[in-house]
């Protein structure tokens, strides 16, 4: 007990770190994507969706999963509290309430990483749909020209 009452804040924070450092790791690789795919170089809207959406899983996942981190390492911290209460064999109202204080900024870590995760998602998401549009804009685009170049084809 003693070595997670040591290490339990450097391993939650740790852990929160790292995923708020993949988070935006392909965040901004996917911004640098959306600033320089080329639609045109597509011929199908399919394998434009895979090209846009990738990495956007990984994003999604930490959104979703930095809240139980959070809260593990919240209700971690409450055990060891109690846990020393049990061993001291007095209540102090003192060293239990700065020790839930303590396991509380976990879930707050959480949070904190969590809530930039699934703004950056949505707005990739909308990014996806933006560029999704000028594909299908470039797609009628070349299918109305083509259409009228047989038409003229035909005419001459």
């Not at 999963?65 to 809260?71: I, R, T």
């Amino acid at each position: 007990m003693d070595f997670l009452r040591d290490n339990l804040d450097y391993m939650v924070f740790g852990v929160l770190g790292l995923m708020s450092f993949f988070m935006l790791w392909f965040v901004i690789e996917r911004y640098f994507y959306f600033a320089r795919v080329k639609v045109e170089g597509f011929t199908h809207e399919d394998n434009l969706n895979v090209s846009l959406t990738q990495n956007l899983t990984v994003i999604s996942t930490i959104a979703a999963n930095a809240p139980y981190v959070g809260l593990l390492g919240t209700v971690l911290g409450i055990i060891i509290t109690f846990y020393d209460m049990g061993q001291g064999g007095k209540i102090d109202v003192q060293n239990i309430m700065t020790g839930l204080a303590l396991a509380l900024k976990a879930t707050a870590g959480g949070l904190l990483v969590a809530i930039p995760a699934i703004i950056f998602y949505n707005a990739l998401l909308r990014k996806v749909d933006v560029v999704t549009a000028r594909w299908r804009e470039f797609r009628d685009t070349q299918n109305t020209t083509n259409a009228t170049n047989k038409e003229a084809q035909k005419n001459s």
